[in-house]
C-alpha cells in the first residue's frame, strides 16, 4: 500500500468505528492498518472526537488499560432524540394507519431498517451508563428495534419465543396471564440461551397494563437473570397502573379515536 | 460553527455515509452543511472514494441527475466474504451446537447483531444491481439477517407470519405444505404489507427442500408480487433436488454426525 496520509488515515478510522457500533478497537489494530506511531494515531484519534462532537454525530471515546482502545458510541443528543420522537408521532397520526378493533399498523416502521435503527439509537441512550449482559425480546414485532437496540449497545439478542421450537433444544416454558386482555399465554426460551447470574435489558414495541413485561421478569428468574432495565417503543396512557414500575418508553398512546380517526400519541421525551 | 477543514468534511461525509447504507445525499445537503463550495465538495468525495477503495471498505457512489447525489454501498469482496463464510463455518462446526433430532442451535449467531450485519452484507451482495422493492423473510430466526440484509440494501422489510394478528388488519392467508417433513403450514401476510406488481428478495435462515420459499413465491402471487432472488444462509445438501430452483446460499451443510458430533458445513462461495 502506498504511503497513507492523514486524511485517509482519519476517513478509514471513522469508516470502521461507525460501522461497529461500541466496538473497542485496540489503537495497535490502526497503527498496523496504516503502518504508523502510536503518537500519529493518537493525534488522528483527537481530529475524529472533535468531528464527531463538532457535528452532534455521536461519541467516540478512549478506554485506557490492557483492553483499552477507541469506540464510537452512537449517541443521539435529547435535542436528537425529542425531533425524532416528534417525527415518529406525526408519521404514526394517519387514520390509514387504524385497524379495526383499536389497533394501529406500524408494521412498515417497525420493520424499516432505517427507523428501527434510530429507535434502536433512541431507547439505547437509556441504558447506555448501564452494565448488563444481554438485550432481550419476544417474538415478533419488536425484534428489529431489539436487534438495533442490541447493535448500538453491542450486546447479544436473546429472542423470547411464543410457541416451542425443536430447532433450539431444551426449553424452559412458562406461562402468563396479559394484564389488559386476562388471557393465559407461554413464554418459551431456550436453556442455551442465556448465562446465569445475567443482567439484562427488555426491550419491546408496545406495553399496555405490562404483562409480557412483567412474564419476562419472571421467566429471567428461572434463568437466575435480572431484568435491569426496560425499554418500550410505544405506552399506552391508560392504564395508568402498569403491572411494573420503572420503563423506559419514547412514545405515549393516547388515544385512538375511531369515528375521527385520529390517534393521538405524543413523544415522552 | 468555526471553519471547517478538509479533515473534518471528509471525516463528517464518511461517518454519514457510512451510517446509512445506499441513502442518496445530495451534494447540496452537504454543501450546506459544511458551507462550502460544490467544486470543494467534488473533491472531497473523491478523497472519500479513494479511502473505501484504498481499504477496501466498500463503494462509494456518485449519481448524476435531478435525484443525484452521493451513497454508500457496503458491498463485500469476493474475498471479503470467503473469509467470512470461512470463519462462520468454523464456529458452527461445534458439537455443543448439536441439538436432538438433528438440529444445530445457532441462535448465538443469527441473533447477534454483528454476525448479522455480516451476513446482510454478504448475502446482500448477490442482489445488489437488481431492481427490486421489498425483502420478505418468515418469523422467527430469518428476521434479523433479513433486516439486515434490507439495510444493507436500504429497501424495506416485510415479515410473513405464522400465525394470523389481530393488529396487522386484514390478511391474505395460505396453506403450504413443508416439503421435507410433509406438514401442513399457514402464512399470514397484512394486506397492507406490500403493494401491487412488486419486486421482492425472499431471505431465510435455513432451507431444507424448499417448501417454505415455494410457499412464499405462491404468497407473493396472491399480492400480484414477484420473487426474483432468494438468499438463504444455510441450505442442507440432501436432497439436492429442491422445490425451487434459483437461490444463493453461504453455507452448505452436508452432514450432522450424532456420534462422533461433528457438523460438515462448508462455504458455497
Redesign the interface.
Known amino acids: ?2 504511503r ?1 496520509n ?3 488515515r ?3 478510522i ?3 468505528l ?3 457500533p461500541r ?1 473497542i478497537y485496540n489503537f495497535n489494530y490502526f497503527c498496523d ?1 496504516f503502518n504508523c506511531a502510536k503518537s500519529t494515531l493518537s493525534e488522528d484519534i483527537d ?2 472526537k ?3 462532537k ?2 452532534q ?1 455521536g461519541e467516540i471515546e478512549t478506554v485506557t488499560g490492557a483492553a483499552g482502545g477507541v469506540l464510537y458510541k ?1 449517541t443521539m443528543t435529547q435535542e436528537q432524540i425529542k425531533e425524532f420522537c416528534a417525527d415518529l408521532c406525526d408519521k404514526i397520526n394517519n387514520k390509514e394507519r387504524i ?3 383499536g ?3 406500524l ?2 416502521l417497525l ?4 427507523v ?2 434510530n429507535i434502536g439509537r433512541a431507547l439505547g441512550s437509556f441504558f447506555q451508563d448501564m452494565d448488563f449482559d444481554y438485550i432481550v425480546t419476544i ?3 419488536g ?2 428495534i431489539a ?2 437496540t ?2 448500538v449497545l ?1 450486546k ?4 423470547v ?1 411464543k410457541e416451542g421450537r ?4 431444551t426449553a424452559i416454558h412458562m406461562n402468563y396471564v396479559t394484564a389488559s386482555s386476562k388471557r393465559i399465554q407461554t413464554m418459551y426460551l ?1 436453556k ?2 442465556i448465562a446465569k447470574d445475567s443482567k439484562v435489558i427488555f426491550i419491546d414495541d408496545f406495553m399496555k397494563a405490562g404483562g409480557t413485561a412483567k412474564g419476562i421478569i419472571d421467566l429471567m428468574k428461572e434463568f437466575d437473570a435480572e431484568v435491569i432495565g426496560v425499554g418500550i417503543l410505544m405506552v399506552t396512557k391508560e392504564p395508568k397502573e402498569k403491572l411494573i414500575n420503572n420503563y423506559h418508553s419514547l412514545i405515549i398512546l393516547e388515544e385512538i379515536n375511531n369515528e375521527s380517526g385520529e390517534i393521538i400519541v405524543n413523544s415522552s421525551i
Open positions: 500500500m502506498n497513507i492523514k486524511n485517509e482519519v476517513g478509514a471513522i469508516k470502521i461507525t460501522e461497529n466496538k492498518l481530529i475524529v472533535n468531528i464527531f463538532k457535528f454525530l452512537p385497524i379495526p378493533g389497533y394501529i399498523y408494521n412498515d420493520y424499516s431498517s432505517d428501527s435503527y417474538e415478533t414485532k425484534i428489529p436487534l438495533m442490541a447493535r453491542n447479544p439478542l436473546v429472542v419465543r425443536l430447532t433450539e433444544g431456550a442455551k440461551s
